[in-house]
């Protein structure tokens, strides 16, 4: 396995950074899997309402903004050569939860296995008809959580899939 970063998941991507810094340092199928999904839900799939997507990784050396002889390349695009790893027929979804960093509650996106395993309190979201303003009102009313925050943790308009105090009260006091 390359342990150089793909190309397809740029570090600009605050969900790439996070599963960038995940556990070894070494990248994993794991790990690729877990930002294909991500790269994914933040792509413009999510605001085309899909279910399914497919993205691709290369490497760095891959990519080139420059032409070979007899091709063109536009302005602000980019030529792709070599084999391509796909990650095809992946759920568009994410999603988010609450975490305690140092005691302050704090907003987390990511995979929806990687959520439900951290996070006591998650919703699993997936691309939908409720606005990203109400979704992160009706959060922000159930948990006091900053609505910018919510904001920036939320892709785009969501329905939410399966939710576990986040929209509803908790079931304990621990929560």
């Known amino acids: 396995m390359e342990e150089r ?9 605050p969900a790439y950074r996070l599963v960038d810094k995940l556990e070894e340092t070494n990248l994993s199928e794991a790990k690729l899997h877990q930002a294909a999904v991500l790269a994914l839900s933040w792509s413009r799939a999510w605001n085309g309402g899909g279910a399914h997507g497919t993205v691709y990784s290369v490497k760095p050396a891959q990519v080139s903004k420059s032409a070979q002889t007899g091709e063109f390349v ?10 391509r790893t796909w ?6 979804r994410i ?15 990511g995979t929806p296995d990687h959520i439900q395993a951290v996070c006591p309190r998650y919703a699993i979201l997936s691309p939908g008809m409720t606005k990203k303003d109400q979704l992160a009102n009706a959060i922000y009313r159930n948990t006091g959580l900053s609505t910018d925050d919510l904001l920036a943790a939320l892709p785009g308009a969501s329905d939410v899939i ?14």
């Open 74 to 83: 536009g302005k602000g695009a980019f030529v792709i050569r070599g084999q």
């Open 162 to 175: 399966d939710e576990h105090g986040m929209l509803t009260p908790p079931a304990s006091e621990e929560e």
């Open 5 to 13: 970063r793909p190309s397809h998941l740029p570090a600009d991507i």
């Open 95 to 109: 999603g988010i939860g609450i975490i305690a960093v140092n005691g302050v509650p704090m907003v987390v996106s």
């Open 87 to 92: 990650y095809k027929d992946m759920d568009v």
